[in-house]
């Protein structure tokens, strides 16, 4: 599809990251930096320019910290395309890849404080998203988590502005509604405004939002397994917020009270429903210091990766001195000479590199492994070191073993001590 010809010169495609109805998304290679970016493009013969409205948007939102950076845009004979900063992961896959496809309370409130301030920044240039979903926030990357100046950037960003709205007119007033708007948005996270074809506004982004929350805590919305849109709309109206909301704390029902009772040309609150839930935080005794689910995962994966380094390292250094006793001791039987391999540290760290790599390999296809106790593996390696420690020292303090070189490199060691 692509002739591999960098974009003006600069960046080189690698491989797809995302599509949706609007596009295909890009990692791509900036040459010039050295850096991996992404590129969003849309055929040029498509009649929905989804792409110059997102073009625009984002030029507009730079001075928000809560969306990508825009690098470049332009297009060529059959697209036209943005660049922009590369982010991590979205809200949907990293909510996939936790134990029953949920987040924790501590996660949840720490991304919606962060989204309901991409939402405002949003509609402060104007616009209303009207695509609120996890698919559409992603996590920046900690090591870019400062810009060039070293403004600190928020980490969780909103993107895919294909669907946004103008609800602002010239003069900075709200447009009026029009009578009929039809559907817009996702049918799962839609406000029940959308389904019933009303003109959106700031409340129904929040609305979204709110779905969205109790997904991300509940691991799926109670009409998860419906497709029809007509159907997923009547459950919508069945299920109660109070339902939805009933094992969690009180503030996710002020919550939806407050976004609930707005009207169409209303403006939410955002500083109000960012406290309501810093303050559920803090009262759950939740800190800054508190981790992100992903980001314990990983440690929790590191950490089993060192034991699992350390079991290695301990079971090679057991093996290897198994062999040099039992050859020690088998070769004394027969004819009171030995021949040891030179085993120095040098020869044992390589072994163990190697060794360690190919764990490594097997580990990268295992998820399953046992995390073992690595303090305990110390005291137990320890023991056997000594062992180990006592027999070489018996050899090398025998004042009448001498030792030379054979052609292959092993030494010969005539041995008489005191184990002979
Ligand atoms: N800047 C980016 N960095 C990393 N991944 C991205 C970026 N932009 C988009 N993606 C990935 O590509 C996916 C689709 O992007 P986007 O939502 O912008 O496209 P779309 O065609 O409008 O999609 P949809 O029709 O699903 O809304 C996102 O969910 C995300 O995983």
Redesign the pocket.
């Known amino acids: 599809m692509f002739s591999g010809t960098p974009l003006k010169q600069r960046w080189t495609l690698l491989n797809k990251?995302?599509?949706?109805?609007?596009?295909?998304?890009y990692?791509a290679l900036d040459l010039e930096t050295k850096e991996h970016?992404?590129v969003?493009m849309?055929r040029i013969d498509r009649h929905k320019r989804?792409l110059v409205l997102?073009n625009s948007i984002i030029r507009r939102l730079q001075e928000s910290k809560h969306t990508?950076k825009f690098i470049s845009s332009g297009r060529n004979t059959e697209y036209k395309y943005i660049v922009?900063?590369?982010?991590?992961?979205?809200l949907?896959?990293l909510k996939k890849n936790q134990p029953n496809s949920r987040f924790t309370l501590a996660t949840t409130i720490k991304l919606s404080v962060e989204m309901i301030s991409a939402i405002e920044d949003l509609h402060k240039i104007g616009y209303i998203h009207r695509?609120i979903?996890p698919?559409?926030f992603?996590i920046r990357n900690s090591r870019r988590s400062k810009t060039e100046e070293g403004i600190s950037q928020s980490y969780c960003?909103i993107?895919?502005?294909?669907?946004c709205h103008k609800y602002l007119d010239s003069d900075g007033k709200v447009k009026p509604a029009r009578e009929k708007a039809g559907f817009r948005g996702?049918a799962r996270y839609a406000s029940i405004n959308s389904h019933e074809g009303m003109e959106l506004g700031r409340r129904d982004d929040l609305l979204s939002l709110f779905y969205m929350i109790i997904e991300m805590l509940n691991g799926e919305l109670p009409w998860h397994r419906i497709k029809n849109q007509e159907k997923i709309y009547h459950s919508k109206k069945n299920n109660t917020n109070k339902e939805m909301c009933k094992d969690l704390p009180e503030e996710f029902t002020l919550f939806f009270e407050h976004i609930n009772g707005l009207k169409f040309e209303d403006e939410p609150n955002y500083k109000y429903l960012r406290k309501l839930l810093t303050e559920s935080y803090i009262k759950l005794g939740f800190d800054e210091n508190t981790k992100y689910d992903w980001e314990i995962n990983q440690e929790v994966k590191s950490q089993k990766r060192k034991s699992q380094k350390l079991k290695l390292k301990k079971k090679n250094s057991r093996d290897s001195k198994q062999i040099i006793s039992s050859n020690f001791l088998e070769d004394i039987d027969k004819k009171n000479e030995i021949i040891l391999p030179s085993l120095s540290d040098n020869n044992i760290q390589q072994i163990n590199e190697k060794q360690l790599e190919e764990a490594d390999e097997t580990e990268a296809s295992s998820s399953t492994m046992e995390v073992v106790d690595s303090s305990q593996e110390e005291a137990d390696g320890g023991m056997e070191s000594n062992e180990f420690d006592k027999i070489f020292k018996m050899i090398n303090e025998d004042n009448n073993s001498q030792s030379v070189s054979t052609h292959s490199g092993m030494k010969k060691t005539s041995c008489k001590c005191i184990i002979c």
């Open positions: 990251i995302g599509r949706g109805g609007f596009g295909e998304i990692s970016v992404a969003k849309e989804a997102e990508t922009m900063e590369l982010l991590g992961s979205n949907w896959n695509d979903k698919g559409n992603g960003c993107f895919d502005f294909g669907l996702t």
